[in-house]
């Protein structure tokens, strides 16, 4: 029930405080395109470069490539299909790809797409206990209220990509900290470590 509760805390602190950062890519392709076809090309760009490459070839990508020719026109079309397992059959996709273009090409609110730093951070905070992105899709589909699902991923990266990194975690300034477990199991116990070691190499406190 207290966990809830905290999820609950957390997620309307991320929701506030992510604002001033700038989206995912996938995010930022969605609302600017409002198309599955380009969600699905930059998911897949970005599975071979980071967030900051794959913006600008997606955009480059796009003015060449504007409609889904090629790939999808013989079997479905011309249009990505509106479908997970389908999706799941498209050379390169994988359940995180598939469920990118199901929640921001198509604007379904039944999935939660598991990228790195979904995998880190609900770990980190103590939510779950999982290794493989399939096992926290399944958990956190256990513990996260629904009405969090859609939202979930793009908030997840903007707070993964500007505080909660995957080295170096910005736990000191991190607006949710008093709810992490991360910060009282190693953040705290680490600094308290420091504190000691810069005591005993400081020649003042041996006098
Ligand atoms: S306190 Fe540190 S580990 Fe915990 S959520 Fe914040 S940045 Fe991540």
Redesign the pocket.
Known sequence: MQRIKNIEIIMKILKKEMGRFQNPVATEISKTTRSPYMVLISCLLSLRTNDKITGPISKKLFEIVKTPHGILVRKYGGKVPDDFNKLMEFKGVGRKTANIVMTYGFFKKDYIAVDTHVNR?PN??GWIKTKKPEDTEEQLKKILPKKYWQDFNDLIVTFGQN??RPIG???WE?P??KY?D??KKV?IPSQKQETVAIKFLDPNTLK
Do not use: A, G, Q, S
């Open positions: 951070i980190r905070l505080i909660c975690p910005k736990c991190c949710v900290n992490c991360y910060y953040y």
